[in-house]
């Protein structure tokens, strides 16, 4: 089975401190994701990647910036962290962009205090 | 712009009380529309692709199926184990501004009671 695996399950971190979020992906997966979620608000894409190096805004990337030096890795890093960025993070990757569906990570609940 | 509406919002149900969760879409040359399963505090797991109207898929008491416009999510004689958030995806095809992405909805929440 293909794993997503996010660094940490919870994290707490103070306002204003630069934080990253790690996912690596074991399949070779050439496209990989970061997404936030909230209640009420569903999933919404902050970046993704294509390939290695390579990088795209996705609905929310403000105050946000990502990181792939490896195909495996995708790092979410938040610049300056703030309160509204308290939220469930989530990583997924897929095959390529023909192919089909995601495999989700389990989750990272940040909380910026 | 790619767009996924799910509905109801919640659903509470008995055990054994069989329903529906549907997915309205729009979206310009579905390539695939997803089905994955979230537990509280957990990633989406994997549930179903369906590429064309007309299409269904089953696995234990849930079985999915697709038109041109929505798809709907059947839950037969459910248990308590099947309480969980149902998140409905769509692909765009080549061409689409949302290529190789999936666009979410909202999800249902999804409450079995013994």
């Known amino acids: 089975d293909v794993k997503v695996t996010q660094s940490s399950r919870y994290l707490v971190k103070r306002t204003g401190e630069k934080v990253f979020l790690e996912c690596v992906q074991d399949m070779d997966h050439e496209n990989m994701f970061w997404y936030r979620q909230d209640p009420g608000l569903g999933l919404r894409l902050i970046y993704f990647?294509?390939?290695?190096?390579?990088?795209e805004k996705g609905d929310i990337p403000e105050g946000y910036s990502v990181s792939r030096e490896k195909k495996e890795r995708f790092s979410l890093i938040l610049e300056s962290a703030s309160t509204n960025q308290t939220s469930m993070y989530l990583c997924a990757s897929s095959f390529n962009r023909n192919n089909y569906g995601y495999t989700f990570g389990s989750g990272t609940r940040l909380t910026v205090v | 712009e790619d767009q996924v509406t799910q509905s109801p919002e919640a659903l509470r149900l008995q055990e054994g009380e069989s329903s529906s969760l549907n997915c309205s879409y729009t979206v310009s040359g579905l390539r695939g529309l997803f089905w994955y399963r979230q537990d509280p505090g957990k990633g989406p797991e994997f549930l179903f692709t369906l590429y064309s109207a007309g299409e269904e898929k089953e696995k234990e008491r849930l079985k999915a199926t697709l038109t041109k416009k929505e798809s709907f999510l059947h839950i037969t004689a459910p248990k308590p184990e099947d309480s969980a958030t149902y998140l409905c995806a769509v692909q765009a095809g080549a061409g689409g501004t949302s290529y190789g992405k999936l666009t979410f909805g909202q999800g249902t929440i999804l409450t079995v009671h013994p």
């Open positions: 990647s294509y390939d290695v190096k390579m990088k």
